[in-house]
Nanobody
Framework: QVQLVESGGGLVQAGDSLRLSCAASGRTASSYNMGWFRQAPGKEREFVAAITWSGGRKDYADSVNGRFTISRDNSKNTVNLQMSSLKPEDTAVYYC??????????????????WGQGTQVTVSS
């Protein structure tokens, strides 16, 4: 069973950049597909970005495409989310999630079996 710990959240201004990291523990951590989701107050958890276990396939929500980049380093069991040109509407708790690794990209929360505790990102205008 993999365990996930997010870091890197904080308070930034609109237009700034921020990098979130997710550290995965467990011998098979590199075999999991990984995703980033976010949840703003009063809203449902929404898909942000995902990457397959090999890093060969990636996908992004339309709202972040071109501004966010997901990457992974399997030698370090980490998954990163580089966020640029941040907007106030990006404000949310960001969660890292893991799913059994396949060639498919998973974009729905119920496709993921393991979640981190979340990290707050606040973008001021």
């Amino acid at each position: 069973q993999v365990q996930l710990v997010e870091s890197g959240g904080g308070l930034v201004q609109a237009g700034d950049s921020l990098r979130l990291s997710c550290a995965a523990s467990g011998r098979t951590a590199s075999s999991y597909n990984m995703g980033w989701f976010r949840q703003a107050p009063g809203k449902e958890r929404e898909f942000v970005a995902a990457i397959t276990w090999s890093g060969g396939r990636k996908d992004y929500a339309d709202s972040v495409n071109g501004r966010f980049t997901i990457s992974r380093d399997n030698s370090k069991n980490t998954v990163n989310l580089q966020m640029s040109s941040l907007k106030p509407e990006d404000t949310a708790v960001y969660y890292c999630a893991a799913a059994i690794g396949t060639w498919r990209i998973y974009t729905r929360p119920n496709e993921y079996t393991t979640w981190g505790q979340g990290t707050q990102v606040t973008v001021s205008s």
